[in-house]
């Protein structure tokens, strides 16, 4: 192994050991006070499952690639192989839905009483816990639909190569499934995309008329003190801002090596690092503006 190869290793093992930590911390915090309470607010059930789906992507992207990495072979047969990417693709679009799901709650979180959005306030977790469970029946579907397909129309052919333990896919597919990957895929994420950034649009605009309607009655540092719906929603921007520059990265860096067929090992594994940089710094992000990471270590 050349010492390229491994510093790339060390760097991938370092990002999924840090990112499963943090994430089990956090969980654990959270699992700690359900069981006190025995009740969970809507927003942490969102909260669960992102670190629940972070600790997936982790464990699916980082440990795979720092297995090729140290020269651990991958052996994928055709079907596995395309079965194996659409998972990391089924994990890949949780992510961003939940995402989609925390913004545009805290959103509707804290809006007027007199708007015209008010009645679609979610008070109950079973709401919330029904969104995340048609989430996952969709994109279940949606994933395990096209390794089949793919596998059923490219049967008998060689559509994989192995370079350096890892796999590319080097047989272009039909207008069929392209259109279908577009749409499916491709459209639902940009979709998610617009509405995240909309929702964050919103939440700032939003915190930006109160506190000139409070600035009257009070000063900028009390209200920010007495104020815990205008914390959790700079928590939130935050935390939204974070994911849409690595989601944007990892998007660029995908596209360009699918558009021009490119294997560039730099592309390559920069691709990995941005793609593991939000699931590894969610939970800490979570934890320092939210004041946890003290409760944790008090815990």
């Known amino acids: 192994m050349d010492?390229?190869?491994?510093?790339?290793?060390?760097?991938?093992?370092?990002?999924?050991?840090?990112?499963?930590?943090?994430?089990?911390?956090?969980?654990?915090?959270?699992?700690?006070?359900y069981c006190k309470k025995h009740k969970a607010k809507p927003m942490?059930?969102?909260?669960?499952?992102?670190?629940?789906?972070?600790?997936?992507?982790?464990?699916?992207?980082?440990?795979?690639?720092?297995?090729?990495?140290?020269?651990?072979?991958?052996?994928?047969?055709?079907?596995?192989?395309?079965?194996?990417?659409?998972?990391?693709?089924?994990?890949?679009s949780l992510s961003i839905v939940t995402i989609c799901l925390l913004s545009i709650f805290q959103t509707i979180t804290i809006i007027p009483r007199n708007s015209c959005w008010k009645n679609l306030r979610v008070t109950s977790p079973k709401d919330i816990s029904l969104c995340i469970f048609l989430c996952w029946v969709l994109y279940t579907f949606i994933n395990v639909i096209f390794p089949l397909y793919i596998s059923i129309t490219l049967s008998g052919k060689n559509v994989t190569q192995d370079t350096n333990f890892k796999l590319y896919t080097i047989v272009g597919y039909d207008k069929i499934t392209v259109s279908s990957y577009i749409t499916f895929v491709v459209f639902p994420e940009i979709l998610f995309s617009g509405l995240i950034t909309w929702s964050s649009s919103s939440m700032i605009i939003i915190l930006y008329r109160h506190k000139q309607r409070v600035q009257y009655i009070?000063?900028?540092?009390?209200?920010?003190?007495?104020?815990?719906?205008?914390?959790?929603?700079?928590?939130?921007?935050?935390?939204?801002s974070c994911f849409l520059t690595f989601y944007t990265l990892s998007a660029i860096s995908h596209a360009y090596g699918a558009l021009f067929h490119s294997s560039n090992w730099w592309l390559m594994n920069f691709t990995t690092i941005i793609t593991l940089c939000f699931p590894t710094s969610s939970p800490f992000i979570l934890m320092i503006q939210s004041s946890l990471l003290s409760k944790l270590c008090f815990l």
């Open 3 to 33: 010492a390229r190869n491994l510093g790339i290793g060390i760097i991938i093992l370092l990002q999924s050991t840090i990112g499963i930590l943090g994430n089990i911390s956090l969980l654990s915090y959270y699992l700690v006070i």
């Open 44 to 92: 942490d059930l969102i909260i669960i499952h992102l670190i629940i789906v972070n600790i997936l992507i982790i464990l699916s992207k980082g440990m795979s690639n720092t297995m090729a990495t140290f020269g651990l072979k991958l052996f994928f047969n055709d079907w596995s192989y395309q079965f194996f990417m659409y998972v990391l693709r089924f994990f890949r």
């Open 218 to 240: 009070r000063s900028t540092h009390a209200f920010h003190r007495g104020s815990p719906e205008s914390r959790a929603t700079q928590n939130i921007l935050v935390l939204v």
